[in-house]
């Protein structure tokens, strides 16, 4: 099958197969944003997927908004990565380090000294779920604040620096995160952005932050970045009712840079809902045609649609995020058509190795049947499948000119929103992955 043969990512960079570890956030780190040793058994656990990419990884203090997220913009933080990559490649595995700002995604109480989230404008995201440090919820969103045209500049800067200490870290490569409602996400949504600036207003002033980083982080690591995309995401109260122009624009624009890959998550998901049906086409196939380089499909794929995909063309990775938490060995398993461990969900954000390094290799299953854990096929419900069709809700026309009238007359960057909901988001693989 297609999903086992190698790939040339880049000069001098080849992947055994085309089974990716997607991004996921797990929220393991130390105090001090440290990658642990945990961490470390952990991505070493995963070194034969053809590529893993890191957990999303703040570029610096102000891109935090999640518990015991581990950064890159510290000395220490850069030592503890060295030894995840170490791990990796001694296992015979290549990693890239997903590089992440949350942008209005936070709380002050992650900010230095004490500051609102930095954010394109001052509009508050609706119906998120925001955990300070202390893992005690946030049950009313501050609206950010709009972040100086300095601010902006500091921070392209910032994800140069991160993509320097990446390389020094010892990573194969670095994928920018501009997906599913953080910073960069931010400034390229409409509703997110309202500046009257440079970086606001059309489909090329929105798209300006986002290529001034890839102009940065290219000119810093030749022939090593990628970028993730969510053109149909809505995570985080993005509206992507007007998005087909925007990732027009986006995505032709990426052909003028030699990317690793571009990096595509799929619209499965809306918010922390499995959906069911949709009647969008999926990212991969619609973009295919206008992007001429390597392409990541990532949303809920099995073997079989993974395979149709790639040998219609459509991509050429196949990104899996859950099933790779809970089948370390997932190439394995799918190459031989073995079963698939199910994944717990109560374990996917912080704790320790419970649901997170002890899952089982299906060797040391066979080696020790009492290590099995339960597998998908095995759950009462029947296991969602890979092929499914989904049918996004539609917010009426009248509800999306008021939220606009709304946020056009936001002055303050200070203002409470309070949140009428209790959100449970699901954010691995297809939503917050990082």
């Given at each position: 099958?297609?999903?086992?043969?190698?790939?040339?990512?880049?000069?001098?960079?080849?992947?055994?197969?085309?089974?990716?570890?997607?991004?996921?956030?797990?929220?393991?780190a130390d105090e001090g944003k440290i990658p642990t040793d945990l961490m470390v058994e952990y991505y070493r656990q995963r070194a034969s997927f053809g590529l893993i990419i890191t957990e999303a990884t703040p570029v610096n203090e102000a891109g935090h908004g999640y518990p015991a997220?581990?950064?890159?913009?510290?000395?220490?933080?850069?030592?503890?990565?060295?030894?995840?990559?170490?791990?990796?490649?001694?296992?015979?595995?290549?990693?890239?380090?997903?590089?992440?700002?949350?942008?209005?995604?936070?709380?002050?109480?992650?900010?230095?000294?004490?500051?609102?989230?930095?954010?394109?404008?001052?509009?508050?995201?609706?119906?998120?779920?925001?955990?300070?440090?202390?893992?005690?919820?946030?049950?009313?969103?501050?609206?950010?604040?709009?972040?100086?045209?300095?601010?902006?500049?500091?921070?392209?800067?910032?994800?140069?620096?991160?993509?320097?200490?990446?390389?020094?870290?010892?990573?194969?490569?670095?994928?920018?995160?501009?997906?599913?409602?953080?910073?960069?996400?931010?400034?390229?949504?409409?509703?997110?952005?309202?500046?009257?600036?440079?970086?606001?207003?059309?489909?090329?002033?929105?798209?300006?932050?986002?290529?001034?980083?890839?102009?940065?982080?290219?000119?810093?690591?030749?022939?090593?970045?990628?970028?993730?995309?969510?053109?149909?995401?809505?995570?985080?109260?993005?509206?992507?009712?007007?998005?087909?122009?925007?990732?027009?624009?986006?995505?032709?624009?990426?052909?003028?840079?030699?990317?690793?890959?571009?990096?595509?998550?799929?619209?499965?998901?809306?918010?922390?809902?499995?959906?069911?049906?949709?009647?969008?086409?999926?990212?991969?196939?619609?973009?295919?045609?206008?992007?001429?380089?390597?392409?990541?499909?990532?949303?809920?794929?099995?073997?079989?649609?993974?395979?149709?995909?790639?040998?219609?063309?459509?991509?050429?990775?196949?990104?899996?995020?859950?099933?790779?938490?809970?089948?370390?060995?997932?190439?394995?398993?799918?190459?031989?058509?073995?079963?698939?461990?199910?994944?717990?969900?109560?374990?996917?954000?912080?704790?320790?190795?419970?649901?997170?390094?002890?899952?089982?290799?299906?060797?040391?299953?066979?080696?020790?049947?009492?290590?099995?854990?339960?597998?998908?096929?095995?759950?009462?419900?029947?296991?969602?499948?890979?092929?499914?069709?989904?049918?996004?809700?539609?917010?009426?026309?009248?509800?999306?000119?008021?939220?606009?009238?709304?946020?056009?007359?936001?002055?303050?960057?200070e203002v409470i929103i309070e949140t009428s909901a209790t959100p449970t988001i699901e954010v691995i693989d297809e939503t917050k992955t990082h």
């Amino acid at each position: 099958m297609k999903l086992f043969e190698p790939l040339s990512l880049a000069p001098n960079l080849t992947l055994s197969n085309r089974v990716v570890m997607a991004p996921l956030t797990r929220d393991r780190a130390d105090e001090g944003k440290i990658p642990t040793d945990l961490m470390v058994e952990y991505y070493r656990q995963r070194a034969s997927f053809g590529l893993i990419i890191t957990e999303a990884t703040p570029v610096n203090e102000a891109g935090h908004g999640y518990p015991a997220t581990p950064g890159i913009h510290t000395p220490e933080q850069i030592e503890g990565w060295k030894k995840v990559t170490a791990a990796v490649h001694e296992a015979g595995g290549k990693i890239f380090c997903q590089l992440w700002h949350c942008g209005r995604i936070s709380h002050k109480s992650y900010q230095p000294d004490g500051k609102f989230p930095p954010a394109p404008s001052p509009i508050g995201a609706r119906n998120v779920e925001i955990w300070k440090p202390d893992w005690s919820p946030v049950e009313n969103v501050v609206k950010p604040r709009q972040m100086t045209t300095d601010e902006i500049d500091f921070t392209i800067e910032d994800y140069r620096k991160a993509t320097r200490a990446a390389r020094e870290a010892g990573f194969d490569g670095v994928e920018i995160h501009g997906a599913n409602g953080y910073l960069i996400n931010q400034f390229l949504a409409e509703n997110s952005n309202k500046r009257k600036d440079e970086y606001g207003g059309s489909v090329e002033n929105r798209a300006r932050f986002l290529f001034e980083i890839l102009d940065a982080v290219t000119t810093e690591w030749p022939e090593r970045v990628a970028l993730r995309l969510s053109p149909p995401g809505t995570f985080n109260d993005i509206d992507a009712n007007k998005a087909e122009p925007l990732y027009q624009h986006v995505i032709e624009k990426l052909n003028e840079y030699d990317l690793c890959y571009l990096h595509l998550v799929e619209p499965r998901m809306f918010g922390n809902y499995d959906l069911s049906t949709y009647d969008l086409p999926l990212s991969s196939k619609t973009w295919r045609p206008i992007f001429k380089g390597t392409l990541i499909s990532s949303g809920g794929h099995l073997a079989e649609s993974a395979n149709v995909l790639l040998n219609h063309a459509q991509a050429d990775l196949i990104a899996f995020g859950r099933l790779a938490i809970s089948n370390p060995d997932l190439p394995h398993r799918l190459q031989t058509d073995a079963p698939l461990t199910d994944y717990d969900r109560a374990t996917f954000y912080g704790g320790d190795e419970k649901g997170y390094t002890d899952y089982p290799t299906m060797a040391q299953v066979e080696a020790d049947p009492s290590l099995k854990k339960p597998y998908l096929h095995e759950r009462e419900e029947e296991a969602p499948s890979a092929a499914e069709v989904v049918t996004l809700p539609e917010v009426a026309e009248e509800e999306n000119l008021a939220l606009e009238a709304e946020e056009t007359e936001i002055k303050s960057a200070e203002v409470i929103i309070e949140t009428s909901a209790t959100p449970t988001i699901e954010v691995i693989d297809e939503t917050k992955t990082h």
